[in-house]
């Protein structure tokens, strides 16, 4: 990525997010909207050397995109820091603490601060419905088994582009690791207000509920967990209403017009409803098991069997199927029906 691996840990971190339900996050809506400065205040005993760290990234965008202020936007590079030791990098101490299993009692000095990166989060587009990518050197499938739904409590930093995490963290080592591919809607693109613009990062905010769809075991003991953002029965996290312009963030995280925010009877957003159950899918089936599949091949394949036989089972031989050939194939499950996915290796 743009910046070596300034941003490497972020994307693969993962390890922390606890299995079991935490209560939702609550407080930090009442707090004042205050300046980066005010907001960092009460974390001086809590984050190593805090105030170096606002004065790295003091100045380095003094006409911020989006309408966002100049304090909205160095909350966002704050958050995207990294530091050394890198267990005081600030986004590190920030998601500990949103993940503890006792954050009610950890939160409260963190509460300005909190306000000021989701409104600020708030202001940013939303890109619609897209694929992004995260990684973790752990094997997980013991929790992430599909149909289950998983409440990622911290802030996610993910990718576009799976061949990013490749690239940087070497997916032919034989350690067991898992690649998370994401389907949501309410990520942000936080590239213009991050302290590394290069990497491209897409952030997920905390209280994200993700129902895992599917596990494909790859090559090089690597397993993809695809996942999808559905809306939970209840909130993770307190709704928070921005103002000039107005935008809400709630467990939907929509990003509202002025004219729409105005016409609201609430500070939150209601959730949209939970898609009806579709009709059963004809099942059919298609094998490459006896076939040697390049990367080459992969376009064709997803042309001929997923686009227009519309598979629901894809049973391929990945003897020299790269990243590249799994990051296409991984694109083109987004918006099809393939239910079972055999990723064999020899």
Known sequence: MGDGANGVYRFSDIAGEPMRRLPPIRGYENAPLVSIKEATQP????????????????????????????????????????????????????????????????????????????????????????????EMELDLREHYKRGARIVWRGFSS??????????????????????????????????????????????????????????????????????????????????ITASSPSATISNTTTTATPKAAASSSSSSIVPKSVPQSKPPVKQVKVSYRKKNITDADIQRIIEEEIIQQECTELDLHDKEITHHGVAMLAKALRNNIVRKLFYLTT
């Open 43 to 134: 974390l001086i005993p809590h984050v190593p050397e805090i105030e170096h760290m606002i004065h790295t990234i003091e100045g380095n965008n003094k006409k911020p995109e989006h309408d966002l202020t100049t304090d909205e936007s160095a909350a966002i590079a704050l958050y995207s820091l990294e530091w050394s030791p890198r267990k005081n990098s600030f986004y590190i101490i920030l998601n500990n603490v949103l993940r503890h299993s006792k954050r009610d009692a950890l939160l409260p000095p963190w509460f300005k601060f909190f306000k000021l990166l989701l409104i600020a989060l708030s202001k940013l587009p939303s890109t619609g419905r897209r694929t992004v990518y995260r």
């Open 158 to 239: 993910c990718t576009t582009a799976a061949d990013v995490l490749e690239a940087e963290k070497s997916f032919g080592k034989t350690d067991t690791r898992n690649l998370f591919a994401i389907e949501c809607d309410t990520e942000k693109e936080i590239s213009q207000h991050s302290f590394y613009p290069n990497e491209e990062e897409i952030l997920l905010l905390p209280g994200r509920e993700l129902q895992v769809v599917a596990l494909f075991d790859m090559d090089h003991q690597v397993t993809m967990i695809q996942l999808k953002e559905t809306v939970p029965q209840f909130p993770n996290i307190a709704a």
